[in-house]
């Protein structure tokens, strides 16, 4: 089964961009897909990103996500101190019918 | 609206058997895989196993195989996750998450989560 890997923390301050990176060493990576979830202190995990840039609808367009070889980031612009959180990245393992998470990323707004 | 609610918190003793629930609403209970995910407590989120309402076809991490059962009833529309026989390790938040499908494989929604709570 394989490994994604992110940044145990990230920082930023109000109004800046803040990016959170996702490295898989998944090499079959072909058309697997990324999805990110946030999960706010106290709270379920929430879709954020899925389908490695695609947003449910109600989330805001200040989050985006993106893809590049076994690399993916989660950007959130405009950071806002609702955004303090962890964020979870994801990938599907289509031939295990199994997920496998990100160890997560705490993001602090300073 | 799409919707799954857990069962309470609980608190066991080791050696205790358990079976918490996630009832399912808003959509066809059938047609959507359903996962399990465990967090420990300041930790991080680990993917437990799946199941398939419609026919209960079901798959778990190797992680979790042989350690809990994961279930469902299509006559209520619930999901269940099972142990036998639990250990003070098991103590986590436990979360049934909908998978939205047609290759969209992320948990689209969330239950609230189970706190379960086991003492030595």
């Known amino acids: 089964q394989f490994v994604l890997t992110q940044p145990p923390s990230a920082s930023g301050t109000p109004g800046q961009r803040v990016t959170i990176s996702c490295s898989s060493n998944?090499?079959?990576?072909?058309?697997?897909?990324i999805e990110w979830y946030q999960q706010v202190p106290g709270a379920a995990p929430k879709l954020l990103i899925y389908?490695?840039?695609q947003r449910p609808s109600g989330v805001p367009g200040r989050f985006s996500g993106s893809k590049s070889g076994t690399s993916s980031s989660l950007a959130i612009s405009g950071l806002r101190s609702e955004d303090e959180a962890d964020y979870y990245c994801?990938?599907?393992?289509?031939?295990?019918?199994?997920?496998?998470f990100g160890g997560g990323t705490k993001l602090t707004v300073l | 609206e799409v919707r799954l609610a857990q069962s309470g918190a609980e608190v066991k003793k080791s050696g205790e058997s358990l079976r918490i629930s996630c009832k399912a609403s808003?959509?066809?209970?059938?047609?959507?895989?359903i996962g399990w995910v465990r967090q420990v407590p300041g930790q991080g989120l680990e993917y437990m196993g799946i199941?398939?309402?419609?026919?209960?076809?079901?798959n778990y991490s190797p992680s979790f195989q042989g350690q809990v059962t994961i279930s469902a009833d299509k006559s209520s529309n619930t999901a269940y996750l099972q142990w036998t026989t639990l250990k003070a390790s098991d103590t986590a938040i436990y979360y049934c998450?909908?998978?939205?499908?047609?290759?969209?494989?992320?948990?689209?929604?969330w239950g609230q989560g189970t706190l379960v709570s086991v003492f030595s």
């Open positions: 994801s990938e599907w393992d289509e031939s295990l019918k199994s997920v496998v």
């Open positions: 998944n090499s079959d990576i072909g058309g697997h897909y």
């Open positions: 389908r490695n840039t």
């Open positions: 808003g959509y066809n209970f059938v047609n959507h895989w």
């Open positions: 199941i398939y309402p419609g026919d209960s076809d079901t």
């Open positions: 998450a909908r998978i939205h499908g047609l290759g969209n494989m992320s948990f689209d929604t």
